[in-house]
């Protein structure tokens, strides 16, 4: 497993999304790659990982390493399927039905999509996450040395957590969504064989 050489929002998820992977699982593809420090942990547990990332320059400065292709592509486009399908950080930069259809079509029968994703507030929705703000901030204090990331292209959120779960429960059925700490909802999802 490479050590990470920064932290942030993105990696605090990372362990999360390696649970998400099935012993059986051989193929994973990680869409919004950026410096690929994702695709070379999935490759401790595939044999092949495909990175996409629709910014050309991240992708040509990011780091080679055994079993992993890192490709300029806009994952809307991409027609293969799967073992895994990751995307952190990245669902919310396209309309989420887009999103969530063009992902649900890259996972292979009996498959698995886990999502690390942002959301936008919402006053009333999100008014209990506010207790949760000295946990954020004290994680935030304790990793501030370590804190760091590639120079990816960012974007705000567009969909309250309510629009995704809808999005996810027409397109996704059984789709697990859990609200976290960090600015983060993760989603699980198991493509029926
Ligand atoms: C906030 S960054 C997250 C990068 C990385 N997943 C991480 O956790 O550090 C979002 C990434 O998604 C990429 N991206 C945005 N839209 C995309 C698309 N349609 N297809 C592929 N990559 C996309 C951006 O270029 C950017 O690198």
Not at 6 to 27: E, F, S
Not at 72 to 91: G, K, S, Y
Request: charged fraction near 25%.
């Amino acid at each position: 497993m490479p050590t990470d050489p920064y932290w942030n929002h993105n990696t605090q998820y990372h362990p999360w999304v390696l649970d998400q992977v099935p012993a059986t699982a051989r193929t994973a593809l990680d869409i919004g790659c950026g410096d690929g420090l994702l695709a070379r942990k999935l490759a401790t547990r595939c044999d092949a990982v495909l990175g996409v990332d629709i910014d050309d320059r991240v992708i040509a400065n990011a780091p080679a390493a055994p079993n992993v292709h890192l490709e300029h592509a806009d994952f809307r486009d991409l027609d293969q399927t799967f073992d895994v399908v990751t995307a952190v950080a990245t669902l919310h930069h396209v309309p989420v039905r887009d999103g969530i259809t063009a992902l649900r079509h890259l996972v292979a029968p009996g498959g698995t999509l886990a999502v690390v994703g942002l959301w936008k507030m919402h006053p009333v929705s999100d008014f209990h996450y506010l207790p949760l703000l000295p946990a954020i901030w004290g994680l935030d204090r304790w990793r501030r040395r370590s804190f760091g990331g590639p120079d990816v292209t960012l974007a705000d959120p567009r969909e309250t957590l309510t629009e995704i779960r809808s999005a996810a429960a027409e397109h996704l059925p059984g789709a697990e969504i859990r609200r976290r700490l960090m600015w983060r909802y993760t989603l699980r999802w198991r493509r029926p064989r």
